[in-house]
């Protein structure tokens, strides 16, 4: 059983940064991808970003590309996504979560485990 502990939302205004991090309880990180999903009120959760650990690879939904930054500390057992130049649109909880590093790494269902969500909140 893999749990994760997300940390680090908050309320910020437009224009500002934030750090998600999120500490997964796993034995060998480097055989997981690992995501982060959103979920604005009304909406349906979404992609956001991932990492795989092997090779490194990150993806990225259009949205947040050139303004969200996914990484991670293999040794910490940790991925943190920086956000910068938020939006009040990116007000949402934000979701980790994890999956056996095979596959595609956007869609929802392929994820095994998910944290309890953080909320970020951008105000203009």
């Known amino acids: 059983q893999v749990q994760l502990v997300e940390s680090g939302g908050g309320l910020v205004q437009a224009g500002g940064s934030l750090r998600l991090s999120c500490a997964a309880s796993?034995?060998?990180?480097?055989?997981?991808?690992m995501g982060w999903f959103r979920q604005a009120p009304g909406k349906e959760r979404e992609f956001v970003a991932a990492?795989?650990?092997?090779?490194?690879?990150?993806n990225y939904a259009d949205s947040v590309k050139g303004r969200f930054t996914i990484s991670g500390a293999s040794a910490k057992n940790t991925v943190y996504l920086q956000m910068n130049s938020l939006k009040p649109e990116d007000t949402a909880v934000y979701y980790c979560?994890?999956?056996?590093?095979?596959?595609?790494?956007?869609?929802?269902?392929?994820?095994?485990?998910w944290g309890q969500g953080t909320q970020v909140t951008v105000s203009s």
């Open positions: 796993v034995r060998t990180f480097s055989t997981y991808a």
């Open positions: 990492i795989r650990w092997s090779g490194v690879t990150t």
């Open positions: 979560a994890a999956k056996r590093n095979i596959g595609g790494v956007t869609a929802l269902g392929a994820y095994d485990y």
